[in-house]
């Protein structure tokens, strides 16, 4: 097996679910983030024993500027659970999405003044490039969480660094963006010791490339599962991933 296809593997299980945010209209010109990762960023948080609470803070509620491409590749309004057609299988919850695109349209930092969604699933390349078909978005960046698995064995997580490293290389080359910013959640639990979960958090802090920054998920409340973040933690992501873009992405200004 070739190492790209060693990589194609891992890459493929790590897209388990992702979303692209966009902001703009229909038919207009749209900002578009593509959040990618694992359930965390999916959204679990208010889902417990299988079942979501529903409970939807004021920090993610829908609003007629913010969309989501569909699993039918559809252009909709976002609403809670953003992943519900696309993380199937699973029961879906709160994420991150919703408060970072409030926050992106809160700050009048938007050029169009509107926020969509992706759904990206496995396929992250093909969905985003069939998220700009209409020709009226810009994709501004990848807001990333995922790492929790690669902490189950030593091995995964000592070759994590370099295996990320050639991954941002590889989607900055396909979309054919190669200065695209990608904003990366430093993990706060995982499935495996805590050895290899800090050993994962030190890889993701020590990939020193100008376009990517971390924002650091350890401190914030856990289900009780004690791996997938609460409501109110997915809402404090959401913020930090929003200001880390603004403060850190002038070109968004």
């Known amino acids: 097996m070739s190492n790209m296809f060693k990589l194609m593997t891992w890459f ?9 945010l966009v902001l ?8 578009i983030f593509i959040l990618a990762g694992q359930s965390n960023m999916a959204g679990r948080g208010g889902v417990n024993h299988g079942k979501w609470d529903g409970n ?16 039918n590749l559809d252009w909709e309004v976002a609403r809670e659970p953003l992943h519900v057609d696309i993380d199937i299988g699973k029961v879906c919850g709160v994420g991150p999405g919703m408060a970072f695109a409030n926050e992106i349209i809160r700050s009048h930092r938007s050029r169009t ?7 990206l699933y496995d396929q992250l390349v093909k969905r985003a490039n069939e998220a700009l078909k209409d020709g009226g978005g810009t994709i501004r960046a990848i807001l990333w969480f ?29 979309l054919n963006l190669p200065s695209l910013p990608f904003i990366q959640v430093v993990l706060a639990s ?36 004690n791996l997938h973040l609460t409501t109110m933690s997915e809402v404090k992501l959401g913020l ?10 002038s070109h968004f200004h």
């Open 12 to 20: 493929s299980m790590l897209c388990v679910t992702g979303s692209t």
């Open 113 to 119: 003044g509107i926020i969509g969604f992706v759904p």
């Open 146 to 174: 995922q790492g929790e698995s690669d902490t189950v064995n030593k091995d995964d997580a000592e070759t994590y660094k370099g295996k990320m490293v050639m991954l941002i290389e590889d989607l900055c080359l396909d």
């Open 24 to 31: 703009g209209r229909n038919n207009t010109a749209k900002d």
């Open 190 to 225: 995982g499935e495996g010791t805590i050895t290899n979960i800090e050993m994962v958090r030190k890889a993701q802090m020590g990939i020193k490339m100008k376009n990517v920054k971390c924002v650091d998920a350890k401190g914030l409340p856990l289900n009780a599962d």
């Open 56 to 71: 939807i803070p004021p920090e993610c509620k829908p609003k007629r500027s913010i969309l989501r491409f569909t699993a």
């Open 240 to 249: 930090k991933l929003a200001y880390a873009f603004l403060l850190s992405f």
